[in-house]
């Protein structure tokens, strides 16, 4: 089956009648989000050789273009997990691939500062890390984090973890790390039952090999990846955090 009968499928079964609970009770589209994954939806632009689609950008853009028609919340999830995915793709290992590939992994974005006078400045790379032998302590609020509380990953900005200075460092922050925290009740500027929130680490604690990738803050650096896929990618509703944080 192609991704754009599944995704027919899932848009009449699941999605259309979601919906509405979705925008006017606030309410997270789990049911939308689970048939995605059923479908194969989630893991659409993972290699094929991991089990994914092995489709692209374009592809992407056409899923979360006609699920923010129906829903704005599930589009905004799904833009903010493809946008995940890309930076997963690139740097990440093969056993998560495989979990978003089978549908079994849904990420997310955490890339702007709550705090602007928090360790390094405001904006991007703001937040602090320090590693103590295997293990690095994030410290850091970030808001307007899409799927706050849902996700099962966040892909997570900090300065870098020795030297200070420019550029950044982006982790994978599993949902159930040590010190994490997501509030109750989702206050962000996504729409609403998209779960935007600001997600508090104070610490998070997680294993020096959740490191992805980090740089030296030249134009081309580590966000660069999930700048393209965020400029692509059709935004349901108006997210200023997260285009902030991606320049």
């Known amino acids: 089956m192609s991704y754009r009968s599944a995704l027919t499928s899932v848009l009449s079964s699941a999605i259309a009648s979601s919906a509405q609970q979705a925008s006017l009770g606030a309410r997270f589209p789990r049911a939308s989000v689970a048939a995605l994954s059923e479908a194969g939806i989630l893991g659409l632009t993972v290699c094929a050789d991991l089990g994914g689609g092995g489709l692209g950008l374009t592809e992407a853009a056409d899923v979360v273009n006609q699920v923010s028609r129906l829903c704005p919340a599930t589009g905004a999830v799904l833009r903010s997990h493809y946008a995940a995915v890309a930076f997963i793709e690139e740097y990440g290992s093969p056993w998560v691939r495989r979990k978003v590939a089978a549908g079994q992994h849904l990420s997310t974005l955490a890339l702007a500062d ?134």
Do not use: F, N
């Not at 602090?128 to 690095?136: E, K, M, P, Q, S």
């Not at 604690?205 to 980090?214: F, H, R, S, T």
């Open 114 to 247: 709550a705090d602007e006078g928090g360790p390094g400045g405001a904006g991007p790379g703001a937040s602090a890390a320090r590693r103590a032998g295997d293990v690095v302590a994030l410290h850091a609020r970030k808001r307007d984090v899409v799927g706050a509380g849902e996700a099962d990953s966040y892909i997570w900005s900090s300065a870098p973890v020795v030297g200070g200075g420019a550029g950044q460092t982006l982790w994978l922050v599993p949902a159930d790390a040590p010190g994490l925290h997501v509030p109750a009740r989702p206050s962000g500027a996504g729409p609403r039952g998209s779960g935007t929130a600001t997600v508090c680490a104070d610490p998070v604690l997680i294993p020096a090999d959740a490191m992805l990738a980090q740089d030296d803050g030249g134009p081309d650096g580590v966000l660069s990846t999930v700048r393209a896929w965020l400029a692509a990618l059709p935004a349901a509703d108006a997210e200023p955090a997260l285009a902030e944080a991606v320049g």
